[in-house]
Protein backbone atom coordinates (compact mmCIF):
# COMPACT_ATOMS: atom_id res chain seq x y z
CA UNK A 1 0.00 0.00 0.00
CA UNK A 2 1.11 3.48 -0.72
CA UNK A 3 0.12 6.24 0.60
CA UNK A 4 -0.21 9.71 -0.84
CA UNK A 5 -0.74 13.05 0.32
CA UNK A 6 -1.16 16.45 -1.99
CA UNK A 7 -0.15 19.89 -0.84
CA UNK A 8 -0.17 23.57 -2.30
CA UNK A 9 -3.59 24.25 -2.90
CA UNK A 10 -5.90 27.21 -1.77
CA UNK A 11 -6.83 30.67 -3.74
CA UNK A 12 -5.80 32.06 -6.26
CA UNK A 13 -6.81 34.80 -8.77
CA UNK A 14 -7.45 34.46 -12.69
CA UNK A 15 -4.26 34.51 -14.62
CA UNK A 16 -2.01 32.99 -11.46
CA UNK A 17 -0.20 30.00 -10.52
CA UNK A 18 -0.04 27.03 -8.04
CA UNK A 19 2.43 23.92 -7.67
CA UNK A 20 0.94 21.02 -6.30
CA UNK A 21 2.54 18.57 -4.56
CA UNK A 22 1.84 14.65 -3.99
CA UNK A 23 4.09 12.76 -1.74
CA UNK A 24 4.44 9.21 -1.26
CA UNK A 25 4.47 8.38 2.54
CA UNK A 26 7.10 5.92 2.20
CA UNK A 27 10.08 5.35 -0.31
CA UNK A 28 10.20 2.21 -2.32
CA UNK A 29 11.97 -0.14 -4.91
CA UNK A 30 8.65 -0.17 -6.69
CA UNK A 31 8.07 2.81 -8.89
CA UNK A 32 4.81 4.09 -9.98
CA UNK A 33 2.87 6.64 -12.80
CA UNK A 34 1.09 9.01 -11.09
CA UNK A 35 -0.97 11.37 -12.45
CA UNK A 36 -3.25 13.72 -11.21
CA UNK A 37 -7.32 14.33 -11.83
CA UNK A 38 -10.04 16.76 -10.39
CA UNK A 39 -13.72 17.25 -9.89
CA UNK A 40 -15.30 19.95 -9.38
CA UNK A 41 -18.49 20.46 -7.85
CA UNK A 42 -21.64 19.37 -9.64
CA UNK A 43 -19.11 17.35 -12.10
CA UNK A 44 -17.39 13.96 -13.03
CA UNK A 45 -14.00 13.34 -11.24
CA UNK A 46 -11.68 14.37 -14.58
CA UNK A 47 -8.35 13.12 -15.91
CA UNK A 48 -5.87 16.23 -15.99
CA UNK A 49 -2.26 15.08 -16.26
CA UNK A 50 -0.24 11.31 -16.32
CA UNK A 51 3.60 10.86 -16.16
CA UNK A 52 5.77 7.65 -16.16
CA UNK A 53 7.58 6.26 -14.11
CA UNK A 54 11.41 7.14 -15.33
CA UNK A 55 9.74 10.20 -17.25
CA UNK A 56 9.03 10.39 -21.21
CA UNK A 57 6.23 10.86 -22.71
CA UNK A 58 3.66 12.96 -20.52
CA UNK A 59 -0.11 13.02 -21.05
CA UNK A 60 -2.79 16.10 -20.02
CA UNK A 61 -6.08 17.05 -21.12
CA UNK A 62 -7.18 19.47 -23.68
CA UNK A 63 -8.18 21.91 -21.18
CA UNK A 64 -4.99 22.34 -19.22
CA UNK A 65 -2.68 21.15 -22.11
CA UNK A 66 -0.21 24.63 -22.25
CA UNK A 67 -0.87 25.90 -18.92
CA UNK A 68 -0.11 22.97 -16.74
CA UNK A 69 2.63 20.49 -16.61
CA UNK A 70 3.31 17.54 -14.59
CA UNK A 71 6.80 16.82 -13.57
CA UNK A 72 8.49 14.48 -11.32
CA UNK A 73 11.46 13.35 -8.58
CA UNK A 74 11.76 10.09 -7.64
CA UNK A 75 14.73 10.85 -5.33
CA UNK A 76 11.87 12.84 -3.23
CA UNK A 77 9.23 10.71 -3.97
CA UNK A 78 7.44 13.32 -5.31
CA UNK A 79 5.03 14.43 -8.15
CA UNK A 80 4.06 17.63 -9.05
CA UNK A 81 2.22 20.09 -11.12
CA UNK A 82 2.51 23.04 -11.87
CA UNK A 83 -0.50 25.09 -12.74
CA UNK A 84 -0.09 28.80 -14.69
CA UNK A 85 -2.78 30.93 -16.17
CA UNK A 86 -5.34 29.51 -14.11
CA UNK A 87 -8.96 30.16 -14.83
CA UNK A 88 -11.96 30.11 -12.84
CA UNK A 89 -13.21 27.12 -14.81
CA UNK A 90 -10.15 24.74 -12.79
CA UNK A 91 -11.63 25.41 -9.56
CA UNK A 92 -11.96 21.79 -8.06
CA UNK A 93 -10.49 19.42 -5.59
CA UNK A 94 -7.15 17.58 -7.12
CA UNK A 95 -6.54 14.57 -6.53
CA UNK A 96 -3.12 12.59 -7.24
CA UNK A 97 -3.30 8.78 -7.94
CA UNK A 98 -0.80 6.39 -8.50
CA UNK A 99 -0.68 3.23 -10.88
CA UNK A 100 1.26 0.59 -9.95
CA UNK A 101 1.21 -1.88 -12.87
CA UNK A 102 -0.62 0.72 -15.28
CA UNK A 103 0.87 3.29 -17.19
CA UNK A 104 0.39 6.66 -17.61
CA UNK A 105 -1.46 6.43 -20.71
CA UNK A 106 -3.78 4.32 -19.53
CA UNK A 107 -4.33 6.51 -16.31
CA UNK A 108 -4.94 9.24 -19.15
CA UNK A 109 -7.67 7.20 -20.59
CA UNK A 110 -9.08 6.76 -16.60
CA UNK A 111 -7.41 2.70 -16.17
CA UNK A 112 -4.95 1.46 -13.53
CA UNK A 113 -5.08 3.89 -10.70
CA UNK A 114 -4.39 2.07 -7.85
CA UNK A 115 -4.21 4.55 -5.01
CA UNK A 116 -5.72 8.09 -3.94
CA UNK A 117 -4.76 10.52 -2.07
CA UNK A 118 -7.79 12.79 -0.36
CA UNK A 119 -7.36 16.20 -2.48
CA UNK A 120 -6.20 19.23 -2.06
CA UNK A 121 -8.26 22.11 -3.15
CA UNK A 122 -7.61 24.87 -5.83
CA UNK A 123 -10.38 28.32 -6.10
CA UNK A 124 -9.26 30.37 -9.22
CA UNK A 125 -11.56 33.87 -8.28
CA UNK A 126 -12.62 36.02 -11.37
Known amino acids: QVQLGES ?3 LVQA ?5 LSCAASERTRRSYAMGWFRQAPG ?3 EFVASIPRNGGVTYYSDSVKGRFTISRDNAKNTVYLQMNGLKPEDTAVYYCAASQWGSAQAMAENRGMDY ?7 TVSS
Open 15 to 19: GGSLR
Open 43 to 45: KER
Open 8 to 10: GGG
Open 116 to 122: WGKGTLV
